[in-house]
């Protein structure tokens, strides 16, 4: 069965940093792309971040680039997402997901076929 569980997530103040983590289990990660998605109250799900399989090329959303920086570490199962000098307008709800089916690598949420649950990320003074 396939899971992935999100975690890491918390209040920071603004300029603060968090790790997130996903932990994927029923499938190998080294095969497969691993979007980071977020959604903020009354707002559409927002493209993050995503990583690929054979080498580990990435993606960043516009509003991220220069301070978020996603990794995997295969022997771990396990996607992170780094989130440096972080803003209010970071705060969301963040998700990771799988793209099994074998798309292009990107940002659609719509070319994801596993999701997790969801971790809470609330950037506040």
């Known amino acids: 069965q396939v899971q992935l569980v999100e975690s890491g997530g918390g209040l920071v103040q603004p300029g603060g940093s968090l790790r997130l983590s996903c932990s994927a289990s029923?499938?190998?990660?080294?095969?497969?792309?691993i979007g980071w998605f977020r959604q903020a109250p009354g707002k559409e799900r927002e493209g993050v971040s995503c990583?690929?399989?054979?080498?580990?090329?990435?993606y960043y959303g516009d509003s991220v680039k220069g301070r978020f920086t996603i990794s995997r570490d295969n022997a771990k199962n396990t996607v992170y997402l780094q989130m440096n000098s972080l803003k209010p307008e970071d705060t969301a709800v963040y998700y990771c997901?799988?793209?099994?089916?074998?798309?292009?690598?990107?940002?659609?949420?719509?070319?994801?076929?596993?999701w997790g649950q969801g971790t809470q990320v609330t950037v506040s003074s």
């Open positions: 029923g499938f190998r990660i080294v095969y497969y792309a």
């Open positions: 997901a799988a793209n099994i089916r074998g798309t292009p690598l990107g940002l659609t949420a719509a070319e994801y076929d596993y």
């Open positions: 990583i690929g399989s054979s080498d580990s090329s990435a």
